[in-house]
């Protein structure tokens, strides 16, 4: 029989926990219509269940008409919560706190005269909020994106950084050797989360030693994907799954070790009934 070992970092962050409990207490207690400005993290197993309890996703405040609006953990732009308010919902802001220090750290940049840069995936959520936020700040998602702006003379020479919560370090280091190649002044604020570094840490460091591995979380959280990733860079036999009935027997013949790891939008109960799972395979 196969072991079966779980990262020691692994599974839903604080900021998500914290969004889902508002949530939930929200759907219990609220006397209104309940909805979230787009899924409320990226796990569609959990936006399912949310909706059997009442809890529905509108893209813009005007498809929820009335009662409350929760903004999600990804957070939103300053307009967005006015335009909210102005159709008379009720707001309640369970943007993850850590979202929010991208946000202050970005406007402190712009306000001090930088050229501010989001390290980060384009079209994100959380990458729109800290945009709307910042002003005429850019995205950049690796060196490439930095070479295009250094090449259209598109910089100033001070250039401020901050980055995606979810986004890998050495992505980060990456682009800041490439500013700094070119700019008289790079000035960094390091947003990565503290849970998405061990999270990625401890993923690594198991893939390295597992025969295969399983990711666990949706195929919309780019926090997960990079945790796929950075085991399939490991571990060959590295499988990503929303859920425990993707499993497949055939993917852990003749292993010894079976590494789990989740994304941040992954609950624990996602987490066991994955490892549950795997032991009746095993």
């Known amino acids: 029989m196969a072991r079966i070992v779980v990262a020691q970092r692994a599974g839903a962050c604080y900021g998500v926990e914290r969004a889902l409990s508002l949530t939930l207490e929200q759907a219990e207690q609220a006397a209104g219509p309940v909805h979230t400005l787009g899924p409320l ?90 945009l709307g936020h910042a002003g005429h700040a850019r995205v950049v998602g690796g060196v490439e994106d930095v ?54 840490q401890a993923a690594a460091a198991l893939a390295a030693q597992a025969d295969a591995m399983v990711v666990v979380g949706g195929k919309n959280s780019g926090n997960t994907r990079r945790l796929f990733e950075i085991c399939a860079e490991r571990c060959a036999r590295t499988h990503h799954i929303e859920a425990a009935d993707e499993l497949e027997a055939r993917w852990f013949a003749g292993v010894e070790t079976i590494g789990v790891t989740a994304g941040a939008s992954t609950p624990q109960a996602h987490i066991d009934a994955v490892v549950a799972a795997l032991q009746a395979l095993a």
């Open 147 to 200: 070479r295009a702006l250094i090449d259209a003379d598109a910089l100033g020479k001070k250039v401020g950084v901050v980055v995606q919560t979810t986004q890998t370090l050495a992505l980060l280091q990456a682009v800041v050797a490439e500013l700094l190649a070119c700019a008289q002044e790079v000035r960094v604020v390091n947003t990565i989360c503290a849970a998405t570094q061990e999270r990625q």
């Open 41 to 130: 993290i990226h796990n569609p197993l959990v936006v399912e269940d949310l909706e059997a309890r009442g809890v529905r996703v509108t893209d813009a405040p005007e498809g929820a008409g009335s009662g409350l609006l929760i903004i999600r953990a990804h957070g939103t732009t300053p307009e967005v919560i006015a335009d909210a308010e102005a159709r008379g919902l009720t707001v309640l802001d369970a943007t993850c706190p850590y979202v929010k220090k991208v946000h202050v750290a970005a406007k402190k940049l712009v306000d001090a005269g930088y050229d501010v840069l989001v390290v980060g995936e384009a079209g994100h959520p959380e990458v729109e909020g800290i």
